[in-house]
C-alpha cells in the first residue's frame, strides 16, 4: 500500500487520472488488484474507484450515496450542465478551424499557432470564437483575439481538458476528461432519449 | 531460325521507338506536369508540331473534339507511381490476363523443345521468367501502396467522409486483389510444367512462395483497413453527437435535465466525489521524530533580543508581524520556563494542562503543550534523567494509529 501513496493522495484531492496527465498511475489503476487494495482503504473514507467505459479516465466515487454525497453530486451535476454548451462548443469551432476530424480522443494533439492562424484568417470563426472566450466558463474580457486565446487554452489546461506537455510548446493534448465528457453526452442523450436527429446536418463552416 | 531473327528485328524497332518516346516525356516534363496538375495540356506552350509528337507518341490524347489535350491514363497512372501521389495512384493487378499469356508461352516453350529449337527455349523461357516477375511485381506493388495509404492515415485527403469512402476504396481495391491471387491455380501449373524441373521451379515452387507471402501481406493490410475504418466511423459519431448536442442545448436553453443525482443508482460518470484533504501536523507521540522535529523547533525565528533594527526601506507590515510572532513567542517561551521553575519546586506530579488553567495563562492548549516538549526536549541530557516526563495519549483512530496527546505529567525522580 505504501507505493500507492501518491496516487491515493491524487485521487483524495479529486483528480482524475489518465494516462496523459499521470501515465504510472494510470497504468497501476489497470490492474484489478491494485484497485480491489485501494478500495479497501477507501471503504472507511466512504468512497471507491470509479471508471468511464473506456477505462480512459479513473477518479473517485462514493461508496455509498447518503445525504451528504447526493448533496456534493447535485451541486456537481449542476455545473457539468453549465458548462456543457460552452465546452462543446469549443470542440466544434476547434473542429472547424483545424479542418482535421480527430481531434476528440485522449492523445489528439492541438496545434495553437495552427489553430490561431487559422481563426485569425476566418473572420466568421474568430466572431464565434470572441463569443465564445466571454462565455461564464472560459471568462475572457479582452477584446484581443490573441488574449482571448490564451486565456480559453489556459482555462482547459486548468481544468485539466488539455494538457501541455513543455511549458514553452504551443502543443496541447487532449486529455481524458474530454473522454469523460463525451461520455456524459452520449449518457444525457440515451437517458432523455433526445430527439436529435442521426443526421442533424453540421452548421456552416463559412 | 526466321521467326527469331524477326522477333530480334522487332525488338530493337520497338527499343529505338520506346527511348524516342520517353525522351520526349523527358523533354515536355515541366509542360506535363503542368497538365498532370491542372488536367488539361496547355497547347500554347509547345509548337504544333510538338504537338503532334507528343500526340503520336500516344502521351497527350484529345478525348473529343471539344475537349482541350490531356494526358493518357497511362501516362497519368505513370506519374502518379513515380511521384507516389496517392490520390491518383491506382490498383491495377490483373491476374488473369498475365496467367493467360503465362499460358500460351509455356505452350510456345514446349513446343520449341520438342522441335529442338534451343535459342526459341531459351527466349520463352526468358519471356516467361519475365512475365512472372511482372506479375507478382505488379501485385507487390499493388499491395505496397495500399500499405502506404494506411501509414499516411488516409492524409491526403482531409476530412472525415472522405477518409471514410477511401478506406472503403481501399477495402474494395484489397478485396480484389485477394481474388486475384485465388485465380492462381497451382496444381493446373503443376500439370502445365510436365515434369519439366526448370519450369517447376519457376511456375510452382518460386511462384508458390512468393504468392504465399503477397497474400498475408494482403490479409494483414485487409485486417488493418478495417480497424482503421472502426476508428473513424467512432469519429464520425462522436462528431456528430457533439454538434448535435450543441444544436440541441442552443434550441432548448432551458431544458430541464433528470436529477440524475438523486436516482437510486447514481451513474458513475455523475458520481464524481468530493476531494479530501490528507493534511498533516506535527506529531510528537513518535520517539524517532522527536529529534527532527525539536531541529526544526530550534530553528524557528529567533528571540526579539537578537532582533536587528529593521530596515528603514521595506515593507513595514511584514516586519511588525514578524516582531509580533516573536514577541509573542518570546512571551510563551518565558511562561514556559516559569512553568518548569515551577514544577522543580514541587514534590508532586505536575500536570502541564492544569498549570495552565490556574495560572489562567492565555495560551491555546497544544501550543502550550507543544513548548513544554520543546523545553523538555531543549534540557540537557542529564536533567532527562531526574525528570519523569510522560505524556498522556489518546487513540483517535483505530485505522492509521493517531494518538493525540491530551496533557504532560512531570515528576523530579530524585
Known sequence: MLEHGPLLTELLAGKSICKITDEENHRR?????????????????????????????????????????????????????????????????????????????????????????????????????????????????????????????????????????????????????????????????????????????????? | MVANKSTTKNQSLLHAQGVKRLNLIGKYSTQLMDAYIKGFFDEDSVSVGILNNLVDARILYRPDATQGLKLRPDVNKLIANLTEDERKRQINADVSSPLYEINTLVEHYTDAQRKDNYIGVDYYFYSLTEKVHDMTEQLSNDIEFLWNKLHADFGFVNNLSDKIRENELAQKQSQHLLNGLKIIDFNYLFELTQNNSKLRKLLVVDLQKKISELHSSLLEVQERLLNLMLVFRKQQKRLLLIN?????LKQNPNFEFRDYPNRSNVPDIFNKAASINASANIALDRLSDQSVLSEIVRSLPASVENHVEPLEVGNDFETTEIISVSVEYEKLKKDVTKFFEYFIEQNVIVSALVYLQNNKLDWDAELWLFQVIAEYEGLAQNFHQDIKFEKKKKIVSAFNQLEIIQDIHLIIVV
Do not use: C
Open chain 1, 29 to 206: 489503476l489497470q490492474n484489478e488488484t491494485i484497485r480491489e487494495d485501494i478500495n479497501k482503504y477507501l471503504r472507511p473514507l466512504n468512497r471507491r474507484i470509479a471508471t468511464i467505459k473506456n477505462e480512459s479516465v479513473y477518479f473517485l466515487a462514493y461508496q455509498e450515496l447518503n445525504a451528504e454525497a447526493r448533496n456534493h453530486l447535485a451541486k456537481e451535476f449542476d455545473q457539468t450542465i453549465k458548462f456543457l454548451l460552452p465546452l462543446l462548443e469549443w470542440m466544434q469551432l476547434t473542429q472547424e478551424a483545424l479542418g482535421d476530424d480527430s481531434v476528440f480522443s485522449i492523445e489528439d494533439i492541438i496545434d495553437l499557432y495552427k489553430y490561431a492562424r487559422s481563426i485569425e484568417s476566418n473572420q466568421a470563426l474568430q466572431k464565434r470564437f470572441s463569443k465564445l472566450a466571454s462565455n461564464r466558463f472560459f471568462n475572457s474580457s479582452s477584446s484581443d483575439l490573441q488574449n482571448q486565446l490564451k486565456q480559453v487554452f489556459k482555462k482547459l489546461e486548468d481544468n485539466n481538458y488539455l494538457h501541455k506537455l513543455h511549458k514553452d510548446q504551443q502543443y496541447y493534448i487532449i486529455t481524458g476528461k474530454i473522454e469523460y465528457l463525451i461520455e456524459i453526452i452520449e449518457f444525457i442523450k440515451e437517458e432523455e432519449s433526445l430527439q436529435i436527429e442521426e443526421t442533424a446536418q453540421q452548421e456552416p463552416m463559412f
Open chain 2, 244 to 248: 448535435n448536442m450543441v444544436a440541441f
